[in-house]
């Protein structure tokens, strides 16, 4: 390997838990792959992959945009990345019975999938369909069998939050 060669580094899952390597791509020498120019230092390479990726913004619009699509209720998006540091924002939406609710959770997965995003980190409770929790990091999206949701309260427990809710009228978010 020259000196102006770059290694991608991954963390080993598997015997070797949390320890760094080369990753072994036995198809695409690296010689092959694309880096920037090495004065360009490694920030570039960070900017230049964030720059094509949506904002996250785009993708929490997405996401109530799916959820309306098929007549998920009461939609909203309550800002608690002041005080949760695990994300930044919760959508929270309701259906009228379980196959509504599971309905509106597999549209919301392609809608931010067709704004660019990728697939959630977590998803739990699409086999019960009462409450299911797509977790996509910096969002995540709740979706609730509406009784669900009143016993719950998210709304209530974030009462105190900044939050923007689904027009109809205008298809869009709104300060609420």
Request: aromatic letters at 6%; a negative charge.
């Amino acid at each position: 390997m020259s000196g102006g060669d770059r290694v991608a580094l991954r963390c080993d899952p598997g015997p070797n838990r949390g320890q760094w390597g080369p990753i072994r791509d036995q198809e695409t020498p690296l010689s092959e792959t694309t880096s920037p120019a090495p004065e360009a230092g490694p920030r570039a390479a960070a900017t230049t992959a964030e720059s094509s990726a949506p904002d996250t913004a785009d993708l929490v619009a997405a996401a109530a945009a799916a959820a309306a699509d098929l007549l998920a209720t009461d939609i909203v998006v309550i800002d608690v990345g002041d005080v949760l540091a695990v994300t930044d924002h919760f959508v929270i939406a309701s259906g009228s019975n379980v196959r509504q609710v599971k309905r509106i959770a597999e549209e919301i997965r392609t809608g931010v999938k067709d704004a660019g995003g990728s697939a959630p980190v977590r998803t739990e409770g699409l086999g019960e369909g009462n409450w299911v929790l797509l977790d996509y990091g910096p969002f995540v999206v709740h979706v609730f069998h509406e009784r669900t949701r009143q016993f719950y309260d998210l709304d209530g427990l974030w009462s105190d939050m900044d939050r923007r809710v689904w027009d109809p009228a205008t298809e869009e978010l709104r300060a609420g």
